[in-house]
């Protein structure tokens, strides 16, 4: 008799047990098929100094919300420095002018051509100098100790006919000091490399610009390819006449370390923001889609390959 009595209990018990499984299940099923998303793959990208690259830096990390990667900008002098974080892995990608890549080309791939920038050589309005021959004597700010200015600066100095050292005193400040220590007559010149205008360098009003034409044929010269003859309309700097200016493009390098993926994503970002990247300064021109894909000398990554031709079908 108990055990006739106790079946009727154990089968309610059991059927109780049945019905909250299958309901835990049905509730459980839903959340166990869509697994979290995975975080976004962080970049850290060496860019340049803060204060000209601010816009830049701003824009894509805006950019990436809501994207596969998650971007860092990574403040720096400048190129050389930047080629030194992404050689020690202390980033994972770098904005860094052609022509300080050379003897690089193999060490990293490429995931867009960015835009142009400018070699600008400024002096005092009362300055003498109308050409770089004219240096000769000078105290001559390069760049910042690790910027591009610094390894462009002494070539433009040499294809004047002048040796950094002996015919020319050069020194390394970030623009603000070199700006003060032109106006306080501690340097003659500065050699600059941005976008243009460039408006901490007071052009025309505490400072004058130097033409360049007459080292751009010998500095090509010496290496073909790299260097542009840009033409800068009087208006740019309100200006009597037009000045020749260098131009250097700047690439975006990636370590090989780094996943297509997101090397994919990120080209998509410059693919599809292009436009809000740049502050409207003159070299925006290289933001669109059939100048980021020109990264030579550097070959493309294979993500960023991908994100190339699935935009251009």
Known sequence: MNTANASPTMGRRALLTLAVGTATAAIGAPLTARPPAPDP???????????????????????????AVRIQPVCSAGSLQNL???????VDAAMVLT????????KYCAVAKLFEHYVQVVVRPDSPVRHV????????????????????????????????????????LPLQESVAALRNHSVDAIIWIGAIPTPELGIPYTARLVDLDSVIAPLRATYPT????????????????????VGISTLLLVNRHVPDFAVESLADLLLQHSH??????????????????????????????????????
């Open 84 to 90: 030194h974080l992404l050689t020690q892995h202390h």
């Open 99 to 106: 022509d300080a890549i050379t003897g690089h080309e193999t």
């Open 133 to 172: 021959g004219q240096l000769r004597g000078a105290r001559v700010v390069a760049g910042a100790d690790g910027s591009g200015a610094a390894l462009t600066g002494t070539r433009i100095l040499q294809a004047a006919g002048l040796h950094p050292g002996t015919d020319v005193e050069v020194t390394h």
């Open 41 to 67: 793959y962080l970049i850290r990208i060496a860019t340049g100094p803060a204060g000209p690259t601010d816009v830049l830096n701003n824009e894509l990390v805006a950019a990436a919300a809501g994207a």
């Open 276 to 313: 809000q990247l740049l502050d409207g300064s003159t070299g925006s021109q290289f933001m669109d889609d059939g100048s980021l894909i020109n990264t030579w000398p550097v070959r493309l990554h294979p993500g960023a390959a991908q994100a190339y031709r699935r935009a251009h079908r």
């Open 226 to 245: 790299l260097y542009d003859r840009v033409g800068i309309t009087k208006t740019v700097y309100q200006l009597p006449v037009e000045y020749h200016l």
